[in-house]
Structures are given as C-alpha cells and as structure tokens.
C-alpha cells in the first residue's frame, strides 16, 4: 500500500519506467507517509489501437511516435 | 473524463474498437453532459486463458471464436 | 464479456447511469459481436478531490458542477 | 458479480491457472453467498519490467522466476 | 505479488470479507507458488445502481438483497 | 495519457494529495516525455476493511492509523 498503476502509451524503455517508479515511490514515502517498501508501481502499455481520445483511435489520430512530446 | 475501460476477449478489429469508441463517445456526450474530447477509451483484450466465468477458463470452456455470437 | 468500466465525476443520476448503460450495451451487441445479456457496466464515481489533471485536483481547478458541459 | 482481476507475474501455466479459477469461484459461492456462474475471473499478466516494489523494478531486483516461492 | 481486486455489490459482512481473503491467499499460495505475505487483496464495493448487466442497472433490475443465492 | 491509479487507504488530506499529483504529474513530464496536461490522476481511497495483505484483513491487523509511518 499504495499500489499504483500507470497505464501509457507502449513505446518507453526499462529505464525511463524505472525512473518514473523511483520518483513515485519517493514522493509516495515523502508526501503520503509511507514506507518506500510499501508501495508497488505497476506499467500497463498500451498499443495505439487500443487507447482512444475525443472518440478516435490513436493508431488514426496519431503518427508514429505520439505520446511523446512534440507529437501531440 | 470520463475514463472508460473495456475488458473483453481477443480478436476485433481495429474497425470495429473505433466504431465502438465513436458510439460510446457520442453517446458519454449525450447522456452524461460531458465534451467528446474528454473522453478517453481503453481496451483490454484477453487471451481466452487468461478469462474464466463459472469457474473454468474460456480456453476450455469454449471452442474458438468465443466472444463472438453463435459461439456461445 | 465485455466487462466495461466507467470512471467518472460524481453527479450522474440513475436515469442517466441507466440510458447510458443502455447505450453502451446496444453498442457493444451491434458492433462487438455479444449478445447483450454478456454486458457488464460499472461506474467508478468521484470526488472532484480525487480526481486530478494536469498536476491539479478537480476540487482546486474547478467550480461546482465540473464534469458537465458549460463548466469545463 | 463478482468480478475478479487478478494481476501477477508472467509464468504461471494454463492449468495453474484453471486451478486458481476454481479454487476462488468456490470460495466466493461458499462465503460471498452468490451462484458459481455469476463469477467472474480475469488474469493480468506481468513481464518484470512493468511490476515494481521498493521503487526498483522487478527486471532489476530479481533473477529469473522471480514472483515463485524460492525466488524471492 | 498477486494484486487482487475484488469487484462485487455491497452487502457483505468483514467476517465474510476475511473468510474469503483467506481462502484466496491460500490457494494463491498453494497452486500459484508465492507466499502468503505477497498476496494483496482489495475489495471493491458497489452499490445496485452503478452495477449493471444485460442493459439494466441492478437497481432498477432486482429487488433488495441481490448478489445473494436466492435472490437472482 | 498517462493515466495513473493510485489506490491506498484512507485518510490522506487534500493538501497531500495535492502536493503527490504534483509531483507525479512533473515526473511523468519529465522521464516519460509527455506534456503535463496529458497526465491524469486517480485516487481510490480504502476503508481498511477493503484491504487485506498476507491472508488478513487490516481492520484486524492494525490499528488505527494504518498506512501511516510508524503504523506498520
């Protein structure tokens, strides 16, 4: 406790995830008052196909690339 | 918002999840007062081992094309 | 199957849970290929103190009624 | 009703998990007072670089057969 | 690891809650080979109107005490 | 997108969950490289008879003031 789930955009590697879970858990443990062993992060990646916004697909409404910044 | 997430067995279309979105889309806007553009949908779509009603798998329970009608 | 999940802001009335989910099913029987009785919806309702974008929670950003249209 | 997701690390065979399936819908017609087919049971698989604890990806923090007894 | 979350309508007791936690902890760690400590169960509880199958809310659907044998 | 769930016990202020959705928000801008107004966060908060770990509920197992420092 807490478990935390991201769902993105497939397309980021080992180390940005862990990264991001590193930064999570240490402002879970700062802010929230936990202990950093507590707290569980778990990726759900997504194919474009399979995430939709403003009702279209993201494999149609996006290039290559989208969810990365410069790609909106 | 709203953040809509559909669970269901392999094997649709792109085509079709679109014209699922565009149908749930429109009708979020309609009924729930909301903007097209802040609905987000996502898929999940499962093998049938790993889904199971009843207390038996779908991968033993069901022939292929589960999910579909006729296939009950 | 499908199983549907709907987060969103607190504030919708049954009726409107109800024509959604109506909705929502009809969509799924006519485009997914499901028999309507298959069709699980759930709603997930929040706080606006839950629920936050852009590095924001709703209760901070928002007036009142946020979630309906008029009150992006 | 019930619906149940069950989220672990990648690696368990099919008839592990038909076993888990049974073991569950079972215990929850027994104890939760509701009939075998109205349970449902959804498996979410993991690769170890998308499960995280302690704020170090699983990838990272473990050998091989990691998330088995033995391996922890 | 595993993270269960339990979805099913309001009305259970905690002594049925921790009954049912236990036999899933259990066969998890008998069939799916982790050990009892990693298992994480949480329970989702949902009133009858934001729970709905085959088109119709629960609310509207069933009398008082669904979710129980006897009243399907 | 990203869209993260944060499920944990309750009893968090707003001013907390405030200061961790900031920090999340940035930290996804940052490492996963995406703008901060795609990020969206969700709290679901649990009663501690909703959450169990290791076969127990923590209604039995702690005391008030669980999920707390200190309260382990």
Known sequence: MPFIN???AKGRTAEQKQ?????????AAQILNVKE????????????DNWAS?????????????????AE
């Open 19 to 27: 990264q991001f879970t590193e930064a999570i858990t240490k402002a």
């Open 6 to 8: 991201v769902k993105l």
């Open 54 to 70: 403003g009702g279209t697909l993201h494999s149609i409404k996006f290039e290559e690339g989208f969810g990365k910044m410069g």
């Open 37 to 48: 062993e507590w707290v569980t992060v778990v990726f759900d990646e997504y194919e474009r």
